[in-house]
């Protein structure tokens, strides 16, 4: 199984980007399936029905999502629906939502860490009770891991090597060169990146987030729409009778 894995797609142009390449890629790489973080879609901060089937509409089969899932509060509703967009796992129990999808075969995992980014449940315990008690849980897993720490991410991909078939990392929106198989079978990288603006800062306005370091006054962090996009990814191609992965890639594209 080809999969490729999304960024953090942030505003109209994280869209757009998604929107112009990801058509060409399913042809390109044969892929059979598409996963993308899609919580910043909306503005920059959280996701509504709109944009999430913007996504699908694409070529995207399951939306991901992390600690901006709530931004939007129209979108609550339609997180218990048959809409593929996944919250965090490990979110309390009773919230709305599920922290998985099937998917052509495979299983799509949701996790948030805790490092610097909120109070949530344990993610490694909530993935393990997760692979536990799922009696027909498919070969192939694939998890996001929504994390601000590198140390936590990386953690997981140890966690659970061999396990699953992929851990990779989102939230920070910055793409990292750690892609790699682990010896137990699990692709692993610490961060996608993203897509959205290139002439930003990880998708907003330079001049927003400026002056909030600056003056360490509140500003409201506005989506950076004007010049060149980019599209950042990863893809992984998986054994489908082991469920382990043969090989990871990053997929990165740029559009004007």
């Known amino acids: 199984m080809r999969v490729l894995m999304i960024g953090d797609a942030v505003g109209k142009p994280g869209r757009r980007a998604i929107n112009t390449i990801l058509p060409g890629l399913r042809k390109e790489l044969d892929l059979d399936l598409v996963t993308a973080n899609g919580e910043n879609t909306a503005g920059g901060f959280g ?12 070529g995207v089969d399951v939306i991901t999502s992390g600690n901006h899932i709530w ?12 809409l593929p967009l996944i919250r965090p796992l490990n979110y309390p129990a009773g919230t709305a939502g599920r922290g998985y999808a099937r998917a052509k075969g495979a299983l799509v995992v949701n996790l948030i860490g805790r490092v610097f980014v909120g109070t949530y449940e344990c993610p490694f315990r909530a993935i393990d009770s997760l692979l536990a008690e799922m009696s027909d849980i498919p070969r192939i897993v694939i ?6 720490a ?30 790699r198989v682990l010896p137990e079978g ?4 610490s961060d996608l990146g993203m ?44 054994d489908e009778t082991s469920g382990h992965a043969t090989s990871i890639q990053r997929i990165d594209r740029e559009i004007p």
Do not use: C
Request: without cysteine; proline residues 4%.
């Open 195 to 238: 897509a959205g603006a290139v002439d930003s800062v990880i998708g907003v306005m330079a001049e927003d987030a400026l002056a909030r370091f600056l003056t360490q006054m509140p500003r409201r962090l506005r989506v950076a729409e004007q010049g060149p996009v980019k599209f950042n990814s990863v893809l992984i191609d998986v």
């Open 143 to 148: 998890v996001d891991m929504h994390a601000e």
């Open 47 to 58: 996701i509504t029905e709109a944009t999430a089937l913007e996504l699908l509409s694409s």
């Open 71 to 82: 931004d939007q509060k129209s979108i609550i509703p339609h997180l218990d629906s048959a």
């Open 150 to 179: 590198t140390s936590e991410k990386v953690a997981m991909g140890w966690h659970l090597d061999g396990r699953v078939s992929a851990v990779v990392g989102t939230h920070t929106h910055v793409p990292t060169a750690d892609a």
């Open 186 to 189: 699990t692709a692993y990288v």
